[in-house]
């Protein structure tokens, strides 16, 4: 028949150090439920200590005070493990913890592992049990598990750093991104101007360049320029952030409102970036972005090459050991952001680009046309009805045209020849005042294919009236301050021209003015 004492003998025993702080936490008066929720116990197991600790008819304080082996034998619990057996697990422990990122890796893969190097060691309930209540005591500093090369965490900090400017003594506030990848925690940090789109998406593709390989996910906040539209169960992810994803072959899975716990990893990260480097750059002036950056570059290094705290390797050593051949390789190209817009093809067979104001041809037929303009920094496409009509390579130079010669009708061929200097020149044999004309004209149309019209419909009247007769109406149009074809076209016609001027035309010069800028300027 069994004694008292064995029917209360807990199934799965626990370490002694446990037993402890069951003993004290009951002598500090927390209930058996409150026990088993601060020490991460079954309830059961708890329940048969404390009857344990109760059969011993000795006062709590007293059991505290007693050696392991006497606190066993009071509470009827015969030390006859092998004393060896829970150090030889306990120093797999830190391995364990790492081995678990690794894909495909489970706690009974890493049993059968222990249990072949150690036949006579736990089973696999009381392996689970040891490892689990090691976790527990580490969980106020060890981080969550992630798997290797599954994600990627991002988000800008609140506060931001600073740039002034060198002349003026302006401050300019810079936003600060910070990436962190989940298993190894390796960090990334760059300040950008703004949260746009563009600046956000530069600096998470020199995040990927930084790792050198790609995760499975990047998981975002739900700043604008990543998630148009933000839901619990399916975000509507920015178009352009999309085409980044897919680029890079991953997948973007935004953090979701109001869920704390689904980018706790990046904003614990936030509060590290804060103590480790933006105290370290608190007494220093920046005058430019890239200066800026160069100074967080080497404070974070400093950072991640830091031990964990009770851990004897780094971030950066985990993601060289762990990681770094878990991530996909990067593209070899990089990504372009591509621009869209919607315009009409112009009668003269071009569409302009007006963040440049840069003319590109399209083949004559489309004049008149709704066309698709996709543009990145280094080319323009035009499409129609989902057909590549146009291809060119981008041009920065404002009002200035790119043109292929197949694309124009072949009546207006000789247009492609049309640009400011010939233009200047066929005024400048004509006479200087039809020169200051022309001049004048060029510099003040907004589209140079307006200015090119005018300056054709009046250099025209050079073979209708002759060189003097033009050259008289442009000095009359000169002294009215009047510099356009229409005024120049009624001076001919009503005869102004050849009545007598203001000035004699032998003393007539340029006058000197700053915006006078002459034919070399549109060289």
Not at 350 to 357: A, T, W
Request: include cysteine; charged fraction near 30%.
């Amino acid at each position: 028949m069994r004694s008292k004492t064995e029917e209360n003998m807990p199934k799965s025993p626990i370490e002694k150090s446990m037993i402890r702080q069951i003993i004290r936490l009951k002598s500090e008066g927390y209930s058996l439920r409150k026990i088993n929720e601060t020490l991460g116990l079954a309830y059961g197991t708890v329940w048969n200590y404390i009857q344990l600790i109760k059969s011993s008819n000795k006062n709590l304080e007293e059991l505290l005070n007693m050696s392991d082996q006497d606190l066993a034998s009071a509470i009827g619990l015969d030390d006859k493990e092998d004393p060896l057996r829970f150090p030889q697990l306990s120093e797999r422990f830190e391995q364990m913890e790492k081995d678990l990122s690794y894909k495909g890796m489970t706690l009974m893969k890493l049993w059968e592992e222990y249990k072949a190097d150690h036949p006579d060691g736990y089973q696999y309930s009381q392996f689970c049990h040891y490892f689990s209540s090691w976790e527990n005591r580490r969980n106020a500093y060890m981080p969550q598990i992630h798997k290797a090369g599954e994600k990627l965490y991002v988000d800008f900090t609140g506060h931001k750093l600073e740039v002034t400017d060198q002349e003026t003594g302006e401050v300019k506030k810079v936003e600060v991104y910070v990436g962190i990848l989940g298993c190894s925690h390796l960090t990334y940090v760059e300040a950008v101007w703004s949260q746009k789109k563009e600046d956000f998406i530069g600096a998470v593709q020199r995040n990927l360049e930084y790792y050198g390989g790609v995760p499975e996910a990047i998981v975002p906040d739900n700043l604008k320029a990543a998630v148009t539209k933000s839901d619990k169960y399916e975000a509507e992810i920015n178009a352009t952030f999309q085409e980044f994803a897919l680029h890079y072959g991953t997948t973007i899975v935004p953090a979701r409102a109001k869920k704390p716990k689904d980018k706790a990893l990046v904003e614990n990260a936030v509060k590290l970036v804060y103590q480790r480097i933006f105290t370290a750059l608190r007494t220093r002036l920046f005058h430019s972005l890239e200066e800026l950056n160069g100074a967080i570059s080497e404070e974070l290094e400093k950072y991640n090459n830091r031990l964990f705290k009770h851990k004897e390797y780094s971030r950066r050593q985990l993601f060289e050991q762990v990681e770094k051949s878990e991530l996909q390789p990067l593209s070899a190209e990089k990504f372009e952001i591509r621009t869209h817009k919607i315009v009409t093809v112009q009668k003269y067979s071009h569409v302009c680009l007006y963040e440049d104001h840069h003319y590109y041809s399209v083949p004559f037929q489309y004049v008149g046309k709704k066309v698709h303009v996709i543009y990145t920094s280094k080319y323009v496409e035009v499409y129609h009805n989902r057909e590549r009509i146009a291809y060119h390579l981008r041009d920065s130079r404002s009002h200035k045209y790119t043109t292929v010669k197949e694309h124009m009708p072949s009546s207006h061929n000789f247009k492609l020849d049309w640009n400011p200097e010939k233009f200047t020149s066929w005024a400048a044999s004509i006479g200087k005042p039809t020169l200051e004309i022309i001049t004048h004209i060029l510099r003040r149309k907004t589209y140079p294919e307006q200015a090119y019209k005018s300056c054709i419909g009046i250099l025209s009247y050079a073979k209708k009236v002759g060189n003097q007769r033009l050259n008289n109406a442009c000095l009359r149009a000169i002294e009215y301050q009047s510099y356009n074809y229409q005024v120049v076209k009624s001076i001919l016609e009503k005869g102004l021209d050849q009545t007598s001027t203001k000035a004699d035309y032998d003393q007539y010069s340029l006058p000197y003015h700053d915006n006078v800028r002459g034919r070399d300027f549109y060289e």
